[in-house]
């Protein structure tokens, strides 16, 4: 069955790094648009970056540029989120998803995903 598993959450400091990871199972993963998504308690699910297949075309949400990056590595069909700069305002749960067609608008809409993962933690301490 088809499945994304994230993974490389954690607790830090503000100020502190962490490097996101999904690992995609059962479907072709190379060929879908992937994203970023995060939830705070008693928040609403926020798009956070998207890619394109080829790993072009990169989106982030306002709050998160200069700080995060998505990436994806094709031969280990493995997406990644860089983050750099981590503020309290980032704690939230991080989800990863993935669309078959081409997401409209910046990519971050969650609507758009097909297929979501468990999410992983990311707690960030002042």
């Known amino acids: 069955a088809q499945q994304l598993v994230e993974s490389g959450g954690g607790s830090v400091q503000a100020g502190g790094s962490l490097r996101l990871s999904c690992a995609a199972y059962?479907?072709?993963?190379?060929?879908?648009?992937m994203a970023w998504f995060r939830q705070a308690p008693e928040k609403e699910r926020e798009g956070v970056a998207s890619?394109?297949?080829?790993?072009?075309?990169?989106t982030y949400t306002d709050s998160v540029k200069g700080r995060f990056t998505i990436s994806r590595d094709g031969l280990k069909n493995t997406l990644y989120l860089q983050m750099n700069s981590l503020q309290p305002e980032d704690t939230a749960t991080y989800y990863c998803?993935?669309?078959?067609?081409?997401?409209?608008?910046?990519?971050?809409?969650?609507?758009?995903?097909?297929?979501w993962g468990q999410g992983t933690q990311v707690t960030v301490s002042s």
């Open positions: 890619i394109a297949p080829s790993g072009g075309s990169p």
């Open positions: 059962g479907f072709v993963y190379s060929a879908y648009y």
């Open positions: 998803a993935a669309a078959q067609w081409s997401p409209t608008g910046d990519g971050l809409r969650a609507s758009d995903y097909n297929y």
